[in-house]
């Protein structure tokens, strides 16, 4: 599709008249059209609170608000990399974003490489987080702990195996606070490690008052986070499985837990096994995993939760 603001992009391209703005327009039908039903729910979500924290463009055709509202429509629709807008159609997803067309690739790099260039991302991160905490003010949260394939160059990080691609990669972990319900409000990264408790002391809880002042001792907000804190001699039978492969949340998370069952003499069996994702279940064949169901079922039948 050709371009239909042809003055101006021609005034643009001189150097000449304003950034023009994003204006939608009506249309009898456009392909991934569907997304822009989330575009409401994204702008409550703080989408282009940006405006904050960045400076506008100088000059140009496309503003910010073009790049952000792209980049959110390319991740919902799985579009994985910059590159890959070669392929899709231009007046359709122009029409998506506000304008005739979409940016060519090298004009989104061109954006990202702008904004990313005024170093505002941590401040409007935070900025997020006390809006998202406040707004939800949870009385409970849900710290998990994940590792990430590490992509830059940056930084020399150890490898660490990545189950899903059955490669020993670069990692990094990242630890996620969240609210009960799953609702993510920020994340703190760190070297791949199995020391939850020292991130959440030493990282994870100090962010959190941070962004989101309260009454009480760090160490009372602490306790509150880690499973294994919470068990007393009255916590149920508990029947634990976990892998050395599982890179979404270490053994040691599984260990930790045994260990204060023990301590609190409650009823415990754990098995660690060599193979096996993060998140494996029933009905998949693993080398000496798979048999844990079997031997759930004779840890049911020996407490007494199934007849003989």
């Not at 890959?84 to 974003?97: A, E, R, S, V, Y």
């Amino acid at each position: 599709m050709a371009a239909t603001r042809v003055e101006e992009r021609l005034r643009a391209s001189l150097g000449l008249g304003d950034i023009q703005p994003v204006l939608f327009e009506s249309c009898r039908g456009i392909s991934s059209g569907g997304v822009m039903l989330l575009l409401p729910f994204l702008l409550e979500c703080g989408l282009l609170s940006y405006r904050e924290h960045y400076r506008p463009r100088d000059g140009g055709y496309y503003n910010f608000d073009c790049l952000f509202i792209v980049m959110a429509f390319l991740y919902l629709c799985r579009v994985k990399s910059l590159e890959q807008t070669k392929h899709l159609n231009p007046g359709d997803w122009g029409k998506m974003i506000g304008y005739d067309r979409i940016p060519e690739v090298k004009k989104l790099r061109g954006l990202v490489s702008e904004i990313t260039g005024q170093e505002r991302c941590a401040a409007w991160s935070a900025d997020l987080a006390r809006q998202w905490i406040g707004r939800e003010n949870p009385g409970l949260y849900y710290v998990d702990g994940h590792v990430q394939v590490y992509h830059g160059a940056l930084a020399e990080l150890g490898k660490k195996h990545v189950s899903r691609q059955r490669l020993c990669l670069p990692g990094m972990m990242e630890y996620w606070v969240n609210s009960a319900a799953g609702t993510p409000f920020f994340f703190v990264t760190a070297e791949v490690n199995g020391r939850m408790i020292e991130m959440l002391e030493t990282e994870v809880v100090p962010r959190l008052l941070e962004l989101h002042p309260v009454s009480g001792a760090t160490r009372e907000m602490m306790e509150r986070f880690s499973n294994e804190k919470q068990v007393t001699a009255q916590t149920p039978p508990c029947f634990l499985i976990h892998t050395w492969e599982d890179t979404g949340v270490p053994a040691e998370n599984s260990i930790y837990f045994y260990l204060a069952m023990r301590k609190a003499k409650a009823p415990a069996e754990l098995h660690l096994f060599a193979k096996g994702p993060h998140g494996f279940g029933l009905g998949q064949k693993i080398e000496g995993t798979s048999a844990w169901p079997t031997l759930c079922q004779n840890w049911m039948k020996v407490s007494g939760f199934l007849g003989q």
